[in-house]
Structures are given as C-alpha cells and as structure tokens.
C-alpha cells in the first residue's frame, strides 16, 4: 500500500484542507469549542483572576527522540509556560507548518502524542491552523502553540521576587531532554537509555501554590539550563545566589554524555522541570509535597539566595571550592525544542 | 566508592600542599582538559596563594594555526566533498570564514566524535570525497592511525586526513628552551600519557631540573598531583612521576604507539604562539601519501597572521593571563571569539570567561560557610 503524504493543496483552504482537518485533527484534538469550526474559539472562564498569554514555536529535530516527539513537546512547552507564571491552562491553539510530501501516518502519531499529552495536562486545544509549504521550505513540521490561562487571586510569581533567604529548588534531576535529542540525532556516535523529561508542569505548579500560595518565583530550565535561568533569576531580582554541586541531581548517563562532549549539565535544557525560589519558612514543606506528585519525586533544594553578589550565581563545587555560573554563551546546540 | 568524603579529602590535601609549599610555586597545566577541570571544580578558589597555576599549550584546537584553519574551509569549498572533524574547530575563525559559517553556505561539513566515524562517512557516501580534518595530540593520534588502517582495508578510495596533529612532549621542550617563563613544575596531561607513558617526559626533570606529575583529572586527582610536585620542590628533587596510576603506565599503550608508527611520520610544524617546533607535527608517512590531502590537493595560501590585538599566543606559553588581553571578554567573548583560546571548550580564555573572573571568586570566599 502507498504511504499517504501532505500535498500542497492541503494547504490551499479547499475541500482537501477539510478532509484533512476533519479525518486527522478533529478526530485527535476534540473538543466542544473546536467542533465549532470558527474562525476564533469563544469561551469564558468562571474562575476569577488575571489573564497569562504565551506563545512558543517547535523545530526541534529529529521529531522523534526518546521520551517523547514534537507534538508533545509543542503541548507541554506552553502548558509549562503558563504553569510557570502559576496561571491554569483554559485553552491552548496549535499551527501546523507542514513540508510538502510529510507522511500522513507520521502526522498521525504527531497528533496522537498532543492528545495524550493535553490530557495529561487536562487542557484543551481549542484552535489551530494547518499550512502546507512546498518541498525543502520546511523540515517535515514545525508546529506553534500559544496558551490562554488564569492566573489565580493572590498569586504573583516573577523573577524579580527572589529574596535573601529564600531556598532554590529543583524539581528533578537535569540534563536528560538536551542528552535525548542530541543522541537521537545520531551525528555522534553515541548511544544510551536517556529519556528526554518533557512533561506538563501545571499539575505540580498547582500543587506547589496550594501549599505556598506566596511562592516568589518559578521557571522551567529549557535552553540554557539551570545556569542560565539561576543567572536570570538573580539579575532579575538583584541578588546573590550559591548552589551546591553535591545537591543537584544529574544521572550518571547524562553526566557520562557530558564528559564524552565537554558539556555542562548545568547548561542543558530540560522539558519537564522547574526551578522554584520559596520563602525560608515554606522550603521543607513545599519539597516535601512536591516528593509525592511524580514529577516532583526526586525535588530537593539545592542552595539559597543570599544578598551579597548581586547578579553573581555561586556553585559550591563537591570538593568545597566555587566557581561562578554564567548564563549558557557560545556552545549551544540548535534545534533542540 | 565515589561516595567517599571528597571535601574532606580536598582539606587533607590542601593542608598538606600549604605546609609542603615553603616559597611561591608557578605551575604548568599542560592540557586544556585540566585547566578545565581546575576551574569547573573550583580548586583555584582553594589553593593557597603561594600556588600559582598556569595554562599551558595543551588544546589542540588552540595551537592549530590559523593558515591551517584556512586551508581546511578550502578544502570544505571543494566540489563533491565532505569535510569531517570535531565539533570544537568549527567555530576557529579563519581569515575570512569559519567552517561553522561554511556550514551555513551550504558546505558540507560534518562533526564526528571519532575519526572513524569519518571512515563511516566515506563508506556510506562513495560519491563524494570525505576529507578528515585530524588536529589533536597523542590523545587522539591513535585512533586517527586506526581509521587510517580501517580505510584502506576497506579499500575506500575516497578517504582523505588533512593532518594538523601535535606532539606534546617536544612543545614542552621549546617552551622550556625558549626561558620566557619561570616554572616551578608540570602538571603533565594524563590522558596523552595513557598512550605515550611517562619516558618522552623524562628531559623535563633531566635537562632542566623541573619535576613533572603526570596527573589524572578528578578534583583529588589534581590536588594529590599538585601535592607531589610541591613535596619534589621541598625536597629539592626533580623527576617524572605518575599520580594517574590506574591508567597511566610508564611505557605507554604500545599498541596505540605501534599503529602510530606505521600510519604517521613526525616531522616539524608550525603552533600558534610557539612557532615551527622540530618533530612536533604528526603527518601521514610517504607510502601513505594518497590519503594525504596536503599531497593530494595541493594548496598555495598566504601566512595569514594572528588576528589584530589577539594575545593567544603568549596565553598558550603562560607569559600572560587572559584578563591581561585587551579583548579578553571584550572584543573576544565565547559568542564572537577572536582568538582560538576563546573559542575552544579546552581554551584557556574560554575557560577564564565562563568560570573565571577568578578575582571574583576570591573575593566571595567567605559566602559558602552560610549555605545550609
């Protein structure tokens, strides 16, 4: 039997654009809003608040890579900046940029990855959008997400609010998204079990805010790391930070992939974890419940905020000595979300 | 076993090198993976001041020099070609390119992690010519060696090493004869010892009475390294010893030295910085020269220079630390890097940059005690 593949005129708007629409996203992406068919998906929300708005492209290549594959990648990066910002997903919409010739069945599992990952996060994609462009304008798919969500009264989370004092905590051990994609690209020869973490956060962020509802700042590690968001943090806020290196969890295959590559564990970017800076009172409670929801088993905090070197990030290295952590500069490899 | 107390180890070999170190100590790292590892676990923010640690010519990507940079990005212009090598040299700059901005023109360059994995290359693409950019030390020589047996049992025609390869020990040598430098002792690379042993070190502590350890790169490692040199000091001796004993054996891995031998020829070669050094270069022997792409296709390019203002070259000879060069974090950062020390992962002034700012960390000293 021959492969279906995306033509250019399942792009064009007509009757194929339809078809498509109708035997491969609906089917997936169900829901009342979608169902509609109109042109903006109109809803209300009974919960009160102020209103979070994100929005984020997805490249990554290979599309598939162990734990996990572009759709689900597209679904769990904005749910995670939302969660982020301790808002409640209420819709996410999705745009597909499809390269001419894309395999239908490959779609298909693309499809399918968002719609288990959207329950996973109990959201819903409420919009999207299908382009077709012609052969070599693409590279297979790319896909855009942007969310809607609700950001709950009483809830102010930046990261301009880390204080002196304040612990840092890490959900989970670092590193494993950038190792999987990297070894699923197979330009090196490196093999390994790595299992990329993308995850929606928003469950554990909801978690967190029922038992710290005054947490000062949340971010999830993608591109540049723990470092680099730390670094952030700290400059944001106008404070010191010193972590120590004994305390943050890296698996030895990521930490075998990162002496085989020169990296840093500390610079790679993570899909399914977050760094929160909690008040002093709150720290051992907050961990404590992060430890019973699963993507929050292994958390820990791993150092504090002081208000001496404002700007500068601290790592305590195992021997007792330091070394600065700065923002990721000049290694980065592209293409990995 | 890793779960021993590391920092309590650390204080026990720390307290021992403050008491053993009776006078100010200069000490060369020789290779770009201690001097990073010095930074990444913080053993310059712990040694006594009387220690002074120094960076030596040991990233290979560092010491290539630019012409040789050049003639590779022609290479990666040439019709049907793919352009094999590691990661770290992309982004060298060369007179008027980069192989990461060839890459971008559509060049047909490829990263490898082995250089068989560049004899993959020219099995799997018979249409096309694959040409290995080889830079490294003894470190890597073997298995470049290996890829060259490797191709011509597999009868590949279309495989090529354009050869940048180092040797370490005589680069050693010209830096000592050069006496632009006090050196106290050398902290020698133990990963090119793993292959080469310890004797091609011997006429450090022979000719010029310095002492050497060849050193493994855990933090303990380093630190126990650093405590034998000081005890040679203190005790007035000078000799080569192994601290990386699980790995390093004085005669070397014969096998890697032996494929070695009947691949490559040393002859003399020119490193950035440190000028033509004799019998330091590592190239394809005469009977070779098929698969070697300096014969095969001939280049004339002009002696470029080293870039404007860039200082690398007395970095790599440990005659002055990076923040004594004018574009150090300035004009020359990881992101647009002017001087190959820069660009480097293994480069001293990469190094300085993302970990250093060393005065930094002496400056906060005080801060751990505070963390819970």
Same mark, same amino acid.
């Given at each position: ?33 979608? !169902?509609? %068919? ?13 209103? &979070?708005?994100?929005? =984020? ?11 996990? =594959?572009?759709? !689900? ?10 969660? %982020? &910002? ?50 070599? &304008? ?24 880390? !204080? @002196?004092?304040?612990?840092i905590i890490l959900s989970g051990f670092i590193g494993e998204h950038e190792v999987?994609?990297l ?14 973490d ?9 978690? %967190?805010?029922?038992?710290? @509802? ?5 971010r999830d590690p993608t591109r540049g790391g723990m470092a680099t968001v730390l670094w952030e943090i700290a ?6 930070m010193v972590a120590r290196e004994e305390l943050i969890p890296v698996k030895s295959?990521v930490r075998g992939v990162c002496e085989?590559l020169g990296f840093d564990p500390y610079f790679l970017a993570n899909e399914?974890k977050l760094i929160?800076?909690? @008040? ?18 292994d958390?820990v905090?791993i150092g ?8 500068r990030v601290l790592l305590q290295t195992r021997?007792?000595g330091h070394r600065i952590l700065e923002p990721l500069s000049g290694e980065q490899f592209?293409?990995i979300? | ?12 070999? *720390? ?21 990073i590892a010095?930074f990444r676990t913080g ?36 019709? #049907? ?39 993959? +290359?020219?099995?799997? #693409? ?44 005589? $680069? ?50 380093? *630190?126990?390294?650093?405590?034998? *040199? ?22 070397? #891995?014969? /096998? ?10 040393? $002859?003399?070669? /020119? ?10 270069? /590592?190239?394809?022997?005469?009977? +070779?020269?098929?698969?070697?792409? $300096?014969?095969?296709?001939? /280049? ?34 990881p ?10 992962s293994?480069?001293?002034?990469a190094a300085?940059y993302k970990y250093g700012?060393?005065?930094?960390a ?11």
């Open positions: 039997m021959k492969t279906k593949k995306i033509l250019l005129a399942h792009g064009a708007g007509g009757k194929l654009s339809h078809d498509l629409v109708h035997r491969l996203f609906l089917p997936y992406f169900d829901n009342d809003l979608l !169902r509609q %068919m109109d042109d903006s998906a109109v809803f209300s929300s009974e919960k009160a608040g102020r209103l &979070a708005f994100t929005t =984020d492209s997805f490249v990554v290549k290979p599309l598939f890579f162990p734990g996990g =594959d572009i759709g !689900r990648l597209a679904i769990c990066g904005t749910v995670n900046d939302l969660a %982020m &910002a301790g808002a409640k997903p209420l819709g996410l919409s999705a745009a597909f940029i499809i390269e001419e010739g894309f395999p239908e069945e490959t779609l298909e599992k693309i499809l399918q990855s968002m719609q288990e990952a959207a329950r996973e996060a109990q959201v819903k994609i409420v919009t999207g959008d299908t382009k077709v462009v012609e052969k070599g &304008a693409a590279e297979g798919l790319f896909i855009t997400t942007a969310g809607v969500g609700i950001v709950p009264e009483g809830v102010e989370i930046q990261s301009r609010k880390a !204080r @002196p004092g304040d612990r999987a994609v070894i699923a690209r197979g330009e090196f020869s490196i093999k390994g079990e790595v299992k990329s993308c995850a929606p956060l928003n469950g554990l962020v909801e978690m %967190m805010l029922e038992t710290v @509802p005054e947490l000062h700042s949340l400059n944001a806020s106008g404070v010191g295959e085989l399914g929160a800076i909690c @008040p002093e009172g709150a720290a051992d409670r907050l961990v404590l419940r992060m430890r019973s929801h699963p993507l929050g088993k958390a905090i504090q905020v002081s208000g001496e070197n404002p700007g021997i007792g592209p293409r979300c | 076993m890793k779960k021993l107390d590391e920092a309590g180890e650390a204080r026990s070999r *720390l307290e021992k090198i403050a008491l053993l170190s009776d006078r100010p100590l200069r000490l060369m790292e020789v290779c770009g993976t201690h001097t010095i053993i310059k923010s712990l040694l006594p001041a009387k220690i002074e640690l120094i960076s030596g010519p040991g990233c290979p990507v560092c010491i290539t020099p630019q012409k040789e940079i050049d003639r590779a990005i022609v290479y990666s212009r040439m019709e #049907n070609t793919i352009l094999a090598t590691f990661g770290d040299l992309l982004r060298v700059p060369g007179s008027d390119s980069s192989l990461y901005e060839e890459k971008s023109e559509g060049g047909d360059i490829r990263v490898v992690l082995s250089p068989l994995d560049a004899v993959r +290359l020219a099995q799997d #693409n018979p249409g096309k010519r694959v040409i290995f950019f080889a830079v490294g030390f003894e470190t890597t020589s073997p298995a470049t060696a290996f890829a060259v047996r490797e191709a011509g049992r597999l009868e590949l025609k279309n495989f090529f090493i354009y050869s940048s390869q180092r040797l370490v020990p005589p $680069a050693i040598r010209a830096l000592l004869s050069g006496k632009k430098t006090r050196i106290d002792g050398f902290i020698l690379p133990g990963h090119v010892s793993v292959i080469i042993g310890s004797h091609p070190y011997e006429f450090i502590a022979r000719e010029y009475g310095i002492p050497g350890v060849i050193t493994g790169f855990d933090p303990l490692d380093i *630190l126990e390294g650093i405590e034998m *040199l000081a005890r040679q000091v203190r005790e007035k001796r000078a000799a080569i010893e192994i601290q990386y004993r699980r790995v390093v054996k004085p005669e070397g #891995n014969v /096998l890697a030295l032996k494929v070695m031998e009947e691949m490559f020829r040393p $002859a003399p070669a /020119l490193w950035r910085g440190l000028g033509e050094i004799p019998d330091s270069g /590592l190239f394809l022997r005469e009977e +070779l020269s098929g698969r070697d792409a $300096a014969r095969v296709f001939p /280049l004339e390019l002009p002696d470029p220079g080293e870039p404007p203002g860039c200082r690398c070259g007395e970095v790599l000879q440990g005659l002055i630390r990076p923040p004594e060069c004018a574009l150090f974090s300035r004009a020359c950062t992101d647009l890097p002017v001087g190959p020390c820069m660009v480097s293994e480069g001293t002034c300085y700012r060393e005065l930094m002496k400056q906060v000293k005080g801060q751990s005690s505070k963390v819970k």
